[in-house]
C-alpha cells in the first residue's frame, strides 16, 4: 500500500474530526486539520501529537492528498464553495457526513434531492475530484475516545475505484476497524439510513455506541 | 410471554416464507401457509412437520392471531385487498418485505410513496390491525436453510407496542437469532436500506449471506 500523504480534516476540531484526525496520526499520518478559525484550533489541538497541523479549510484542502469532510451537513455547501477550487486536481474526497437532524429532540433524515448526503457533495464539488465516503456510521463520540478500539465495521462507496481504495486504506489504518467496500456512491442512501438506525436503536436502548459489523462476509 | 398462537404466514411457499414457517413450527408454533393455490401448497408442504398447515390466503388470515405478510412486495396490494377484511379485529400484522426490483440484473430500491414498504402496508391495512415488521434483514435463502444458526441480529419496528412485542417474539422463538427495537414504523426506511446494503455486499464479495449484528448493544 502507498504511504498515506498529508490527510486534511476540514472540520478536524469537531467530535468526528477530532477523533479521525487524533487516531489517523496515532497510525503515523501527517495531518492538517482545516478550521474557519484556526487560531483557536490551534488551542483545541495544544496536547495533540506533532503530526497536526492546523490551517483555514482553504489552505487545508490546498495542503492535502486526501481531504476529510467532516463538518456538519447544513454547513457543507459554504464549505465546498470555500475549498473546491484550491483542490489539487488529483486530491481525493472523503464525506463522512449524514444529513440527520435533531430538531426538537426529534431524530429525522434530512430531504436530500440527490438521494444523500454523498450525492449532494458529489454534484457539487469540481468534476476531476474522485469522491468516496467512510466513518458515517461509527458513533462519533467513541471515534473522539480515542484510546478505544473500534471493534465495528466501516462502510465505503463511491464512484472512483482510487477514491474507494483511499478511503478503505483510512479504515485499515484504524486497528480493529474492518473497511467494507459496498460499490457505487448512491449505496450512500444504505449507509446514511444505518447511521439513522444507530441513533433510533442508542435512543431506544439508551446506549450511545450502537454501531454494525457484517456477518457472513 | 404468553405461548404465540398460530401463525399465518402468506406467501408461505415461497423462499422466506418458507423458511420462517418451518423455523417457527421446529419452535414449537402452530403455523398455517397461506397460498393462492393451496393445492400445489399441500404439495410443497409434505414432509414438512405436523405443525404446518395449509389454507388460501384468505383462510389462513382469518385462522391465525398473528398474520405474516411474505409475499414479494411487487404482489402486497392484491393480498392486502385479498385478505384484509377477513383477518379478526385483535390480529397482528407482521411485515417481512423489501421494496427491492432486480430488473436487469441491477438491485434497486423501489421508489415507494410512503417511505417504506411498511408504510405502504399501513395505509391499506384495517385501521384496527396493529402492524411490526421484522426479518427484513435476514438473507431469504438462510432463513430457508433451516438446520443452519441464525447467528445475527433481527431488526423490529412498529407504532404499536404489542405488534412490536409479538414481532419480538416471533424472533425470540428462533435459536441464537436477536431481536432489536428500533422503534417506530417509519424506521422501517433504514430497516429497508439495510436490507439494499445486504445486497450490495453479497454481490460486491461473491456472498450470499450478509447479515449484521449491532456492537455496543
Known amino acids: 500500500m502507498m504511504p498515506l500523504g498529508p490527510v486534511a480534516i476540514l ?8 477523533g479521525l484526525a487524533r487516531r489517523l496520526a496515532a497510525a503515523g499520518i501527517d495531518i492538517v486539520v482545516g478550521s474557519r478559525d484556526p487560531d483557536r484550533a490551534r488551542g483545541t ?15 487545508a484542502a490546498a495542503a492535502a492528498d486526501t481531504i ?7 454547513t457543507i455547501d459554504a464549505l465546498v464553495d470555500d475549498v473546491g477550487s ?11 457526513t ?19 448526503a454523498a ?19 461509527i458513533p462519533a463520540h467513541l471515534l473522539d475516545r480515542v484510546d478505544e478500539p473500534l471493534d465495528c465495521d466501516e462502510f465505503v462507496c463511491g464512484d472512483s475505484d482510487a477514491a474507494r481504495e ?8 484504524l486497528p480493529q476497524l474492518r473497511g467494507v467496500d459496498v460499490g457505487p456512491l448512491a449505496r450512500a442512501r444504505s ?5 439513522a438506525l444507530a441513533v433510533a436503536i442508542n435512543r431506544r436502548h439508551k446506549r450511545h455506541d450502537a454501531r454494525f459489523r457484517v456477518v457472513g462476509l
Open 119 to 137: 450525492e449532494h457533495i458529489r454534484a457539487r464539488l469540481p468534476q476531476g475530484i474522485a469522491l468516496a465516503c467512510a466513518f458515517k456510521t
Open 191 to 195: 449507509i446514511e439510513q444505518l447511521t
Open 166 to 173: 483511499r478511503a478503505l486504506a483510512l479504515v485499515a489504518a
Open 11 to 18: 472540520g478536524g476540531t469537531g467530535q468526528q474530526g477530532s
Open 45 to 59: 489541538i495544544a496536547g495533540w501529537t506533532e503530526r497536526v497541523e492546523v490551517a483555514s479549510n482553504a489552505s
Open 98 to 116: 449524514v444529513p440527520l437532524t435533531f430538531e426538537g429532540g426529534r431524530m429525522a433524515m434530512l430531504d436530500v434531492a440527490e438521494g444523500s
Open 68 to 74: 476529510v469532510f467532516a463538518v456538519p451537513f447544513k
Open 86 to 96: 484550491r483542490m489539487r486536481a488529483d486530491a481525493i474526497a472523503i464525506d463522512v
